[in-house]
């Protein structure tokens, strides 16, 4: 995050002359949330990006996002869940918008985004049959629980490894696995689809 670009004389709490709403930031940030937004614009940005469809959208949101969390920096920091935290204001302000604009995430509506999901889980559900009709598959992912539809997100339309899920969430590998395999079976079930089965343990008997 640079702050050359604002103008001498320039309100802090109001855009720049000359600059969009999206790329006005406010001056005098503390290192440590510098520091956080570094290290979560990316991830957030691409999470707006895939729900709005375009990059302008998402940047409004974003600001708006990192507006708020700067807002809340102490309370954030004190209450031990900053991660958690921050994804619940971009999970908030994310899905206002959409229900002001009376829509469904784009991942949802968009063909090439859906086209790329659905491979990622079929290959992710040791190839599951493909459905006749995906828009239940993508409208189901949308109704997931928070943390199953964080994890469902970033791991396979955004393509992030699981280590960097877990994070960007601020929780461990293991559990990032225990929110995707809870999602998948809630998917399965959700759509009516066959339970895959189970690897036998006992390897040449009865083969």
């Known amino acids: 995050m640079t702050y050359d670009d604002v103008p001498e004389g320039a ?5 720049g002359a000359g600059l969009s709403q999206s790329m006005f930031v406010p001056l005098d940030l503390e290192v440590d949330f510098e520091a956080f937004y570094l290290g979560h614009h990316e991830v957030f940005h691409a999470y707006a990006e895939v729900h709005f469809g375009n990059r302008e959208t998402a940047e409004e949101v974003i600001h708006e996002v990192f507006l708020e969390i ?35 995430p784009a991942f949802v509506i968009n063909g090439p985004i859906a086209q790329a999901l659905d491979t990622a889980l079929v290959t992710a559900r040791d190839k599951l049959r493909k459905m006749e009709s995906t828009s239940g598959l993508y409208e189901a992912i949308a109704e997931l629980p928070d943390r199953q539809f964080e994890v469902i997100v970033l791991r396979y339309i955004l393509g992030y ?23 998948k079976e809630r998917l399965r079930l ?13 390897k040449g008997v009865g083969a």
């Open 11 to 15: 309100s802090p709490t109001e855009p």
């Open 70 to 104: 700067h807002a809340g920096w102490s309370q954030l920091l004190s209450a031990g869940n900053l991660e958690q935290g921050a994804w619940a204001i971009v999970r908030r302000i994310v899905h206002n918008r959409l229900d002001a604009e009376g829509r469904g």
């Open 161 to 183: 490894p699981t280590a960097k899920v877990a994070w960007y969430i601020g929780i461990d590998d293991r559990t990032v696995g225990h929110h995707l395999r809870r999602a």
């Open 190 to 202: 959700k759509l009516g689809l066959p339970e895959t089965p189970k690897k036998s343990k006992h």
